[in-house]
């Protein structure tokens, strides 16, 4: 899709993203603004948010700062309903905030500290998306990107809290896309690369990183770290309503969408892109299958 449609589409419409302040979430608000949405941004740092508007009034877009904790449903709740009445109902989610958790063998983890990890990369989320969800429903349209991680798709030790957050964000897209599908909603999860914030910088210079992940220095020693605006194309592209047609499945900024929309419906024949346990081969059970193909198509 060209920039001039996606601004065509986005023009005017309401966008908010969460952890806006800094990083890739920064990067998707100015690309949002840049195509006409007038965009909320939250996080947990008033400064980090102003500087992101400033960058965006500068550009000539419009947006309004909201400090919050994501994982606070008061503050969320107040948060979403001062948008609402400040610019209008909210047209795009993106659930960006995250946290890479403790970096360190479950044995040596403070089970709250564990925790706290899942609420800001699951919780948070679920409370944004809940409060969204009624408005878009009775509108019968609206778009939900979830930021979640290549992570999220493998087992990674000593990362456990953040794996497990990503993995249940995907699958979370998932369900949610299937449920809300009859109303005109799209729901993506995306896998944004590696991209150097101060989450990523936690984990190469933090010493619990370079004792635990010390694997992830090779990701920017080679040259396989991707500037911010990557993943900002690819959620402009899916905030844009270009790419519908695949809703519900785990996106990344390595994909083929014009390739992928061709084969949409292979896609949903077999369930690619989406969270799988691999078997061995086994006889079939046709009554089973049936079964489970219902469950994924509600009425």
């Known amino acids: 899709m060209t920039q001039a449609s996606q601004t065509k589409r986005l023009k005017d419409q309401v966008a908010l993203v969460t952890g806006g302040g800094r990083g890739i979430g920064r990067a998707i608000a100015q690309s949002l603004a840049a195509a006409g949405a007038v965009v909320?941004?939250?996080?947990?740092?008033?400064?980090?948010?102003?500087?992101?508007?400033?960058?965006?009034?500068?550009?000539?877009?419009?947006?309004?700062?909201?400090?919050?904790?994501?994982?606070?449903?008061?503050?969320?709740?107040?948060t979403i309903a001062a948008i609402e009445a400040s610019l209008g109902p909210i047209d795009v989610l993106v659930n960006n905030a995250g946290s890479p958790g403790p970096l360190k063998p479950l044995l040596e983890t403070e089970?709250?500290?564990?925790?706290?990890?899942?609420?800001?990369?699951?919780?948070?989320?679920?409370?944004?998306?809940?409060l969204v969800l009624p408005g878009m429903v009775s509108r019968?349209?609206?778009?939900?990107?979830n930021v979640s991680s290549g992570g999220g798709t493998m087992a990674i030790p000593f990362f456990?809290?953040?794996?497990?957050?990503?993995?249940?964000?995907?699958r979370?897209?998932?369900c949610l896309a299937l449920e809300t599908k009859a109303y005109g909603i799209a729901v993506f999860s995306?896998?944004?690369?590696?991209?150097?914030?101060?989450?990523?910088?936690?984990?190469?210079?933090?010493?619990?990183?370079?004792?635990?992940?010390?694997?992830?220095?090779?990701?920017?020693d080679?040259?396989?770290?991707?500037?911010?605006?990557?993943?900002?194309a690819l959620v402009m592209e899916l905030a844009s309503g270009g790419a519908d047609s695949l809703s519900g499945r785990f996106l990344s900024i390595y994909d083929d969408?014009?390739?992928?929309?061709?084969?949409?419906?292979?896609?949903?024949?077999?369930?690619?892109?989406?969270?799988?346990?691999?078997?061995?081969?086994?006889?079939?059970?046709p009554a089973m299958a049936s079964i489970l193909a219902a469950a994924r198509k509600p009425e």
């Open 160 to 170: 456990s809290s953040y794996v497990c957050g990503k993995t249940a964000l995907i």
């Open 140 to 145: 019968r349209r609206g778009r939900i990107i």
């Open 40 to 78: 909320a941004v939250t996080s947990r740092s008033a400064d980090e948010l102003n500087e992101t508007i400033r960058v965006i009034e500068k550009d000539g877009g419009r947006a309004l700062a909201y400090p919050a904790d994501v994982t606070d449903a008061v503050a969320v709740q107040a």
């Open 257 to 285: 969408l014009d390739q992928l929309l061709k084969s949409a419906e292979d896609l949903e024949q077999k369930n690619l892109y989406a969270l799988k346990v691999e078997r061995l081969a086994a006889p079939p059970n």
């Open 172 to 174: 979370f897209t998932e």
């Open 222 to 232: 080679e040259g396989l770290a991707v500037p911010a605006e990557r993943p900002a």
């Open 111 to 130: 089970v709250n500290e564990w925790w706290r990890a899942m609420e800001v990369n699951l919780l948070g989320p679920l409370l944004c998306t809940r």
């Open 190 to 220: 995306i896998a944004p690369g590696t991209v150097r914030t101060a989450m990523s910088e936690y984990s190469l210079n933090s010493p619990e990183g370079k004792k635990w992940l010390p694997w992830f220095k090779r990701i920017f």
